[in-house]
């Protein structure tokens, strides 16, 4: 497993653990299904939760508060439905930290990080084909959008409109 | 890997290559062009062998799509796709004979007319 | 016509380098096929039955005469000399090599064009009635909507990998001939008879292929300003919860057949409220910069009715016979728009010699504006011709084989590339339309016969449209061999309907006849100047049966 995130690889202190092991460790991901019995994240203790990527974001809203991390599964490249339900989680308010997991390839990841994620865990078989230089060289590859409202600097919309409001260099 | 179960023979390996798109067929050493000059397996055996080549190449990024049809032998020797859509492949367009395997290796068309 | 900015053309410049680095990745083994897949099929590339394919964007079906030009250089540079024009107003090259594709998609950017989202499981090249702009019967141009969509989805970050393809389409007249109701979003520029506001009728959950269905109206009146947010709600909901279970039912028409339309109307209403309207200020500033570049052409003041025209018609009945055909009503006085048919009788049809290309470029730039358009059902246009000028249009079309006088008659046939190209097809289509073009090549006959589409699908994918022909032919296998199935009262207009399937599979060589004994039957059944589709809507399909069966009896005996 790889995580990287817009600064590059990191290393990945959260480990995987079920609701009762979760309360001895510093920072845990227990499954969807024991959410309810997770510990609360507070000063000491980070805590996530891994969600498949049909949960409705309401399920999970009334825990954002002890909730540190939000893992979204990507059960195939071609999967988007993550790419939705981080844009619902986002707007429904969660601010910590949005993970993506599943053998996403390097042309996704400026999409996951405009949709609301802010990191990728990647499976080792996708993450031993595509070196990090590539998922960088990826992010760069495109300086412009269309698309308003994403997590990313000004739209060309935006950027036409300050163009005609008078000459403020774009 | 395992060969598909019940596959008809004779049959050829066929592929497109993977920077030009072109048909390609599995020869006795390498890949052609020329469905004259695909190997032909006649056994269970050799048609694993096939698509072991086929597997192999596909890992080295040479060919995509790789799959075994089977062949009826003409009196020259040369494989032909019992089914249609598959001598459609080995021919080229039907519309446009002056396309296509049809118009590089003429004598093969005509006979797969025939 | 739109001109791309700045932005737009950094875009496709970016895009151009990406799509060279992701080969680049491919080639060296770090993305396998099942990952790249996807990349290329964003780009517009497959890999076909004997080659790979590059399917051109041609945005709202609008070309110029210099981006013409461009396609023709291409054609003979990197493919085989000619392009295939389609139903969704795109251009298909059937042999370019991968690694020459981005050299390729270079060339395209030079001329403001791409193939951006042509293929893949993503919101699709935007489609328009080909007489957008000029037809007398419009509220409005559609193409600035359809600009503002192709920009709006192009490099979606969120919807880039759906459950499968969204097609969408754009027209702004009482009359359809974008086949809006045939789409995953068809929008349809309407005006309130109260107030005289504009705003949009929103179709949902049409499309073809397996499952054939009519879009269902979701929104009858959505303000201006608001489109974009409420296509985006629409998405959303669609990402969410489109089945991707199975590939066959992952359309949007069955998430919409499922839930019940009332129960996703619900849900796109709950999302569009939440997604909000804020930007609608932005939205109808975008759509002003982009109308002005489709302001109206600098038209010379004509009278209504042209001497030389009529006197050339008088004189040349040729000329006559292929103005009745291909001339439609243009809002300006003294000018037509024109129907240039690709289907000569026995050719491919949709397909273009690089040679025609350039000819045709020439045409345009000489008698409209330079510009021309793509129809749905594998024409061109040209959409402002003067009147004065026909005759010698006429002729210079002829010069170069393009002068078909057969627009919108039987053998005017929509047929997708079939299994002579395409990996997905199970029989062929263009042999089956060149059969039934040269039984039916009399012009006198076809005259007599009147407006009657044929629509030719070689799977069941329905590329040719057939489920929506007044006459709809399939292509299967059958125990081998290639086999059709006929279906008649199909309906692409405002009427859309799906065809009826009017007996078993037929072979192939059984097909051109068989049409023969439908035509005969209507001829035989028809009110006074009552066409193909409206005898077949009054009598139902019945009465067809038993002349297809009686007849299919006699031949085999």
Known sequence: MKLLDGAGVRADDYERADAARAQALPAAIVPYAELAAAPPADGRRRVGVEVPNTVAPDQIAPFFGRLSLIAVGFPTTGDGRGFSLARRLRRAGFRGVLRAVGPLIADQFPYALACGFDEIELPDSSAQRQPPTQWKRAGAAMTLWYQQGYARPASILEQRRLARQGGQNV | ?114 | MYRYDEFDERVVRERVAQFRDQVARRLSGSLTEDEFRPLRLQNGLYLQLHSYMLRIAIPYGSLTARQLRQLALIADKYDRGYGHFTTRQNLQFNWPKLREVPDILSLLADVDMHCIQTSGNCIRNVTADQFAGVAADEIEDPRPIGELLRQWSSLHPEFSFLPRKFKIAVGASENDRAVLKAHDLGVRVVRRADSGELGYEIHVGGGLGRTPMIGKIVRDFLPRGQLLAYVEAIMRVYNAEGRRDNKFKARIKILVHEIGLDAFRDRVEREFAAVGVAAAQDENEELTRIAACFAPKPYARLLARSDSFEAAKALNPAFADWTESSLHPHHVEGYAAVTVSLKPIGGVPGDMTSDQMRAFADIAERYSFGELRVTHAQNLVLPHVKKDDLFALWRMLAKSDLAADNAGLITDIISCPGLDYCALATARSIPIAQAISTRFADRGRQRDIGPLQIKISGCINACGHHHVGHIGILGLEKRGQESYQITLGGDASENAAIGELLGPGLGADDVPPAIERIVDTYLELRNEGETFIDTVKRLGVGAFKTAFFVGERNEAA
């Open chain 2, 1 to 114: 890997m395992p060969a598909l179960k019940n596959m008809p023979l004779p049959a050829i390996l066929v592929a497109n290559d993977l920077r030009d798109g072109d048909v390609v067929f599995r020869a006795a050493d390498g890949w052609t062009r020329d469905p004259r000059a695909a190997a032909i397996a006649r056994d269970d055996e050799a048609a694993q062998a096939l698509e072991r080549a086929g597997a192999a190449a596909t890992a080295r990024q040479e060919i995509v799509d790789a799959y075994l049809i089977d062949v009826d032998i003409r009196s020259d020797g040369a494989p032909v796709p019992r089914h249609f859509r598959e001598r459609f492949k080995t021919l080229g367009p039907s519309v446009r004979p002056d396309l296509g395997k049809q118009a590089e290796f003429v004598g093969y068309a005509r006979a797969a007319a025939e």
